[in-house]
């Protein structure tokens, strides 16, 4: 069976929030596991921050800002549509959502790099 | 598979973090100019309550939120089956929280 | 119109030789879908099933995959969906398939029932006739959703209904709102109860396949967004 023609703005917004959603969940135990280190051993907290001067991880780092933004502004769009009755402005917030994401993740990198 | 209860705690849940990202993201853009190291880290959050209540909250609200998000996309798109839905939502808020709490208790109270 | 002739494959179920058949047919300048589904079953083969009554847009029994999208096939021009000179029809997704094109529709309506898609009235035959404003917000939220055909093609677009059998689905649960807000209904509370099920609006992730698909224009979308906020005033205690 053939799938449905998705090219629509919502659909796609839907798709990326549940895909950096998922990211963000999986990114997670890592996260806490790493700052968890700090419990028992600094000096293996600082020998694994000092990956963070590689420029693939920046790289990574940028992707997850990203993530982190776009599920921001995508849930704020979510939010905004589901608790205030407002016809018909989402395509605008879908696209806005993913502008201020990008933004806000390429301040990081450029301070990163 | 959602039911009313879930869908509040999912979205209380993200008004909750609402500022809690916004701050993240700005200490984000902060923290890493000239690089992280632990010491910067730590002598940020260690000892303060402050960063204690605020990152605990904010692991709280993230496990329920992250659980929830994945008992939906387990459900849709990996097909597991409702009846094993409420062991895995609960399973990954409390593996979630337990770990987020952990590292929490690392950088604000810290052995080191 | 250049060529004389489409390419049309209809997918088959119980499958035949292919899983779908391929068929040449007669190229008009205006010609719907329906119409070329009819003339395979008329001239080419007369075991072809699919279903359809009115013809013009009214009953919602014809909608049909065509080229992957679901559309209502007796108002859907040919030339406006043709890609490269073929048709690709198969049966509505989302549903059991009983033959061909015809697909079996007891999910949906049962759905429509579940969801409290009926009209609880209060008055009898001997009463006066409930007066309705029709310019009061409730009556234009109401009048938003009212002209539903059942075609079902935003049941057939959404991705949650894919994922989750239990999801009630666009079509019955923006005649749930509706409903809520007709003057005339007097069940709120059993309203409310049937969409707030695990099956419930709150399992709507708002993608909007079901707004832009819908061949009526009609905005199940925004009419699920309305539940779930009069799910949560009641919660609330405010309604």
Sequence with gaps: MKRPARTHALWLAYVLHRVSGLGLALFLPFHFLVLGLALNDA????????????????????????????????????????????????????AGAVAVSFLISGVFFLQAV | MLDMRLYLAQRLTALLMAPFVLIHLGVMIYAIQGGLTAAEILGRTQGSALWFLFYGGFVLAAGIHGAIGLR??????????????????????????ALGLRAVIAVTWGGA | MTATSLTVRIQRTPATVAQADTFDVPAHEHQTVLDVVSWVQQHADPTLTYRFACRVGMCGSCAMMVNGVPRWTCRTNVNKVLRDGALDIAPL?????????????????????????????????????????????????????????????????????????????????????????????????????????SGGCHNCHS?????????????????????????????????
């Excluded at chain 1, 990574?60 to 018909?88: K, Q, S, Y």
């Excluded at chain 3, 807000?181 to 969409?195: E, F, P």
């Excluded at chain 3, 905005?219 to 949560?232: C, E, F, N, V, W």
Aim: charge should be negative.
């Design chain 1, 43 to 94: 000096d293996r907290l600082d020998t694994f921050l000092t990956l963070t001067d590689n420029p693939l991880v920046k790289v990574a780092e940028f992707g997850l800002v990203f993530l982190l933004a776009v599920h921001f502004f995508g849930g704020l769009r979510l939010l905004a549509l589901e608790f205030l009755p407002w016809p018909a402005r989402h395509k605008t917030l879908a």
């Design chain 3, 93 to 197: 997704r989302n549903f059991p398939v009983i033959k061909d094109l015809a697909v079996d529709m007891d999910p949906f309506f049962d759905k429509w029932t579940e969801a409290e898609g009926q009209h609880h009235g209060s008055r009898s035959r001997d009463e006066a006739i409930a007066p309705v404003d029709p310019d009061s917000p409730d009556r234009a939220a109401a009048n938003a959703g009212i002209e539903c055909i059942n075609c079902s093609v935003c049941y057939a677009a959404c991705d949650t209904v894919a994922g989750n059998s239990d999801y009630l689905g666009p079509a019955a649960l923006q005649r749930a709102w509706t409903l809520l807000n007709d003057a005339r209904d007097t069940d709120r509370d059993g309203i409310l109860d049937a969409v707030s099920g």
């Design chain 2, 72 to 97: 939906v996309i387990a459900h849709e798109w990996l097909g597991v089956p409702k009846s094993a839905l409420p062991l895995l939502t609960w399973g990954t808020a409390l593996g979630l929280i």
């Design chain 3, 207 to 239: 993608m909007g396949s079901c707004t832009a698909f819908c061949p009526v224009g009609l905005d199940p979308m925004s009419a699920i967004a309305g539940l779930k906020r009069a799910t949560m005033r009641r919660a609330w205690g405010k309604g």
